[in-house]
């Protein structure tokens, strides 16, 4: 047997001859493709927990949508998104009109929302239901919601090219974004607006990665591409080839190892983040080779 034919076996046979395999791999993709660039901005703006909070936060609308609809992944999404939507208003409304600022007053919402959802869904489905909402099922991915995954990341790649220079002005200089607009209100159209792709990304995320662990392929291959690029376009680019390269390992590893797909993705997207910490160029052991007095 050549290396290519044993390649092909492990590697490429299981999408080939199963269907729900191939889905799986186009909605890990897909989501490498919209929510990992977010994930860099998100790290850029230094709000990288605020997606983990999102991420809790989207479960009350979920578990309504769930009460009333049961596993609809239309009722789900919309639930989960107004329920983001709603978490992101009233977390701006608390630190404009009290001294609690917004990363403080999103924490103690999402702990509380969180709390919720997990409630409702209990007091109405199996447990089977609950830990498909809170892990997803990334192998049970349909036609239906693989056009979920696959609209919401086309909408945010579009939407982040058609407003990638507001963002990076309104990330490093907020106050110039509000002088230019004249009243105070530049920089805020674009945060929310930027909230709102979150919030998209998270709730199309859920049903494969589950509601706890949306925002790691978000997060993860954004914070390591950090380490090996200082260029923006360059750490948008990585974030997303890392995010696609721990969906395919990852999809591989649970297809032989026979365990949950979605926490073995997150596994070997931090596996990527801890070889971007030992080997990046701004990583340990190149920093610690340009220091020789600490070699000795």
């Known amino acids: 047997m050549t290396l290519?034919?044993?390649?092909?076996?492990?590697?490429?046979?299981?999408f080939q001859e199963f269907s729900f395999m191939r889905r799986a791999l186009v909605a890990a993709f897909a989501l490498a493709l919209g929510s990992?660039?977010?994930?860099?901005?998100l790290t850029l703006r230094r709000m990288s927990l605020f997606g983990e909070a999102l991420s809790h936060a989207v479960l009350p609308g979920v578990a309504v949508g769930f009460i009333f609809f049961g596993l609809s992944l239309p009722a789900l999404s919309i639930g989960g998104f107004a329920a983001g939507v709603l978490v992101v208003a009233v977390a701006g409304w608390i630190s404009r009109h009290t001294e609690i600022k917004e990363d403080a007053s999103m924490a103690a919402i999402y702990?509380?929302?969180?709390?919720?959802?997990?409630?409702?869904?209990?007091?109405?489905?199996?447990?089977?239901?609950?830990?498909?909402?809170?892990?997803?099922?990334?192998?049970?991915?349909?036609?239906?919601?693989?056009?979920?995954?696959?609209?919401?990341?086309?909408?945010?790649?579009?939407?982040?090219?058609?407003?990638?220079?507001?963002?990076?002005?309104?990330?490093?200089?907020?106050?110039?974004?509000?002088?230019?607009?004249?009243?105070?209100?530049?920089?805020?159209?674009?945060?929310?607006?930027?909230?709102?792709?979150?919030?998209?990304?998270?709730v199309a995320s859920f049903q494969t990665l589950g509601t706890l662990m949306a925002v790691g392929l978000m997060m993860l291959p954004a914070v390591s591409a950090r380490l090996w690029h200082d260029t923006l376009p360059a750490q948008l680019c990585n974030s997303v080839l890392q995010a696609a390269v721990a969906g395919y390992a990852g999809l591989l590893i649970s297809y032989y190892a026979s365990v949950p797909s979605?926490?073995?993705?997150?596994?070997?997207?931090?596996?990527?983040?801890?070889?971007?910490?030992?080997?990046?160029?701004?990583?340990?052991?190149?920093?610690?080779?340009?220091?020789?007095?600490?070699?000795?």
């Open 111 to 202: 702990v509380v929302a969180l709390a919720l959802g997990v409630i409702l869904i209990s007091r109405h489905g199996t447990q089977l239901d609950l830990l498909h909402i809170l892990f997803g099922n990334v192998l049970g991915v349909d036609s239906e919601g693989l056009l979920l995954i696959a609209g919401v990341a086309s909408a945010s790649v579009l939407a982040i090219a058609a407003l990638y220079r507001g963002l990076l002005l309104e990330s490093f200089d907020p106050g110039y974004m509000s002088v230019g607009r004249g009243n105070g209100r530049g920089g805020e159209v674009y945060q929310q607006a930027f909230l709102m792709l979150v919030v998209m990304n998270l």
């Open 4 to 14: 290519w034919s044993t390649f092909h076996q492990f590697a490429i046979e299981p």
């Open 262 to 296: 979605g926490p073995v993705i997150i596994v070997c997207a931090g596996a990527l983040y801890a070889l971007s910490l030992l080997f990046a160029p701004r990583g340990w052991l190149p920093r610690l080779l340009k220091r020789p007095h600490l070699r000795g």
């Open 36 to 41: 990992a660039p977010l994930g860099v901005l």
